[in-house]
């Protein structure tokens, strides 16, 4: 089945203690991208990547990192968390190849709190 | 840069009534255009998406939007919802550009559609 797979589903940690989500499609969709999702505010874009090597900042980028080693994985570091990084986080992918109508499909979504 | 607005925050029907969710978009140039549903507890899905061509697209669900251009508005219709429909939906858009350029979505703050049945 296609999909993005986020993990964890959940996950409660404490101001500064480092952690990743990870995210893996199985398209082999060249574009991967990490949103944020806060009541009121919608979704906004944290870090984006074109293809493997290649990232780039999005809206909101700070206090995040990114790397893309492999096509399939796009994984969201946060190396030093702080409260205000609570949140509801969407890893989407698209086919990309300079069709900008492409969906971009969406991960079931990663809930972070930061005590 | 672009952005999007959508007018409702909450709106709330019976069952049977129509709908229409408004969404505008501020960018000058060529634009893709999406709404995407996101139901409790789920992720975003695709309701349906405009690149050019009809303005009238058609999606799942018995959903449709109006691309209106001189308008800058993409307004998602229903004829008849369902307690079903209760969900979360963003209206998005994505800037015309060719490879190399990000494929961003700019998101819309959402609606939250309530349908009483």
């Known amino acids: 089945e296609a999909q993005v797979t986020q993990n964890p589903r959940y996950l409660i940690t404490v101001t500064g203690k480092k952690l990743t989500v990870t995210c893996s499609q199985n398209m082999n969709h060249e574009y991967m991208s990490w949103y944020r999702q806060d009541p009121g505010l919608g979704l906004r874009q944290i870090y984006y990547?074109?293809?493997?090597?290649?990232?780039d900042k999005g809206d909101v980028p700070e206090g995040y990192k990114v790397s893309r080693k492999e096509k399939r994985n796009f994984p969201l570091i946060l190396e030093s968390p702080s409260p205000n990084q609570t949140s509801l986080y969407f890893c989407?992918?698209?086919?990309?190849?300079?069709?900008?109508?492409?969906?971009?499909?969406f991960g079931p979504g990663t809930r972070l709190t930061v005590l | 840069a672009q952005s999007v607005s959508q007018h409702n925050h909450h709106v709330i029907l019976s069952e049977a009534a129509s709908l229409e969710l408004g969404c505008n978009y501020s960018?000058?140039?060529?634009?893709?255009l999406f709404w995407y549903v996101q139901y409790p507890g789920q992720h975003l899905q695709l309701l349906l998406k405009y690149f050019s061509g009809d303005p009238l697209v058609k999606g799942i669900k018995g959903f449709e939007a109006e691309f209106i251009k001189s308008k800058f508005s993409f307004n998602l219709r229903k004829p008849s919802v369902q307690w079903s429909d209760t969900a979360e939906y963003f209206c998005?858009?994505?800037?015309?550009?060719?490879?190399?350029?990000?494929?961003?979505?700019?998101f819309g703050k959402g609606t939250l559609l309530t349908v009483n049945p």
């Open positions: 990547s074109m293809n493997v090597e290649v990232t």
């Open positions: 960018y000058g140039g060529t634009v893709n």
């Open positions: 998005a858009v994505n800037a015309g550009l060719g490879g190399g350029s990000n494929y961003k979505l700019t």
């Open positions: 989407a992918s698209s086919p990309g190849t300079g069709r900008t109508h492409n969906e971009q499909f």
